[in-house]
Structure formats: C-alpha cells, structure tokens
C-alpha cells in the first residue's frame, strides 16, 4: 500500500517534469491573411516577416504587435524571404514577375529596388546573409546553369554568377529563404557556399562538392528534395521530404558530417513529415517545421519528436537572443519555448 502510493506519487512527479520540458508553441496575433515564408529575428525584440501580396511585417515587441505593410508597386510580389539587420535596415526578396530584391534603411516606410532581373524564367528562391554586408541570392537554372548574385555592401548592390550546371528539372525550393548557407570557409578560405537542391534530383553543394553530390533523399519529382539546410561546426542537418505527401517520413532528412570528408548519414527517428525549414537552438538542439507540424530534436538531428501538428513554413532563432518564432500560411505566427 505505503509503496504503491509513493510510485504513484513518483510517477505524477514523473508526469509533471516530463510535461515541463515538453515545447510549447504560442499563437501570436499577426493580424493578417498572407502566407508568410519570410521571416528574420534579429534579437528577442526585433522581428521582421514577408509574404504574398507584397506584404511586409516587423515586431518591435518580441511579436506582441505586428505592423504589417504592403509595399506599394509590388500587391502581387511573393515576398519569400527576408534579411533584416535591425529595426531600421531590412532586405525582402520577390521571386518573379519581376524577380526583385527591395532594401529599406527606415524601418520599412519605403523601400528601394536593389536587384532586377527581367530574364524569362528566372526565379529567385532564398538568401543568406554571412553578416551585415556579404550576402547571396540564388535563383533556378538558367539556361540548365544554378543562378548566384553575391553582394558585400549589405545588399545596394549585387553581382551576378551564373555557376555549375544543373541536371535537367534539378532546381530549388522558395519555401523558407532555408536551402541556402554563406558562412566563413572551413579551411581557411574566405567564405564557402554551401545549398541544397530538389526536384528530379536533390544535390548538396559545396567547396568539396562544386558539380554537387546526390543526397539520400526522397526526390525524382517536383515536390519532393532538400527543402533546407543548417550548420553548425563541423556539422549540417538537411529537411525535406515531398510536399504532396507531407505526413510520409520516409527520407526526408539527412545529417551531414564535414570531419574528414563530407560524410551523409539518415536520422534513426526522423522527423514525422515533410518539413520546409530547420534551424539549430545549440550545438545538439534543432527545430524543424513544415506543412504537417513541427518537430525538435536534442540530438543533433538523429531522433526527432513531434511537438506539433499545426502547419508552419518557416522557424528562425534570434540572431542576437534565444526566442524562437515560427510562421506560416493564413498570417500565422508563432513563439517557440521551452521552459
Ligand atoms: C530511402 O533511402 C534508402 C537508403 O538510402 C534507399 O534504399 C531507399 O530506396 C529510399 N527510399 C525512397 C522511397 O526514396
Ligand atoms: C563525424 O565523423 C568523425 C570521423 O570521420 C567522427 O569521429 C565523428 O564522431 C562524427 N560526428 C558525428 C556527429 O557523427
């Protein structure tokens, strides 16, 4: 009797702490209707997001509120993605019809056209930025070559660099400004480029690997591939999966090892569906979300729990602080925390 009560007691204890440590994600009221895959946190304040019809949003009380603007000239650009460096500066991406990169210096009252490319077919999918000034847009093949512009003025200006050649219905994914990485060279060298592609074929590129090297990932058609990419240290975690059967787990994530050579290897639990976007919180904790749901992992990416079936496109950590915010389609937005 004594000894029953005291496991029952241990184990609502049990319950209890176990409950605690679970993630808990809050809905934010962002006020608006558009699809948002677009979004920068530059610190636990400072919040900035993009969508379709030329929407643009900042927070400046760690999404308590959101101030949502169109940007007139452009109520029909899909704003995929956004670099915002402050309160102030900020640089959104459209990715066709036409193909622009807009920058503000004045918090988003107006923002001016930095980037144009009018070239039939070309479509902009995500940016990276290494820090305030070096950044890289890439776009789909052109002409069966990956499209690159590269800037290191903080985005007034950009070059472009049409590089390796692409297999025929090999291209990216605009779904979270997340397939992309510009981070300071491994060995010594300035800086490495590192992305990831889908579709009939889903690559990884690198320094290593400029012709790009197939991923163990489900791919072989337009809506499945390597959707994002993170890195950390000598380590990477790729998402992705097909997007047409979200809730299929099968392949759609891969961890990669930069000790020695770049190393592939699959997740023992992955994460449960097609996932859009990927971020680490530290050295072992991840993130991942996508159209059905939201998963973490304390692992370095090899096992994966669900945290949530809710559909999110896109999940960033502060740049500068440890909030995590999460958002998606229908202007949802969303705090990610773990007490
Ligand atoms: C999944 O990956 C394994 C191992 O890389 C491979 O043998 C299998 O054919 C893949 N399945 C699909 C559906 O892509
Ligand atoms: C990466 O590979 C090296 C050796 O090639 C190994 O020692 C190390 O444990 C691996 N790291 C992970 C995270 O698997």
Redesign the pocket.
Known sequence: MYVKQILIIGLCFWILVAKAQQPVITQLDSSTKTSIRGLSVVNDKIVWCSGTNGMVAKSLDGGKTFKWKQVSGYEKGDFRDIEAFDKDKAIVMAIDEPAVILKTVDGGITWKKVFEDTTKGMFLDAMDFKNDKEGVVVGDPIDGKIFLAYTIDGGNTWTKKLTTKAEKGEAFFAASGGNIKLKAGRKGQKNELIYVTGGTKSKFYSDEFPEGKLLPIVQGKESAGANAIDIWG??AVIVGGDFSSDTSSTNNSVLV?F??KT?FSQPTTPPHGYRSSVVFIDKNTLIACGTSGVDISYD?GLNWQLVSKKSYHVVQKAKHGSRIFLAGSKGKIAVLSRN
Do not use: P, R, Y
Request: hydrophobic residues 15%.
């Open positions: 000598d380590k090892n000790t020695d190393a370095g």
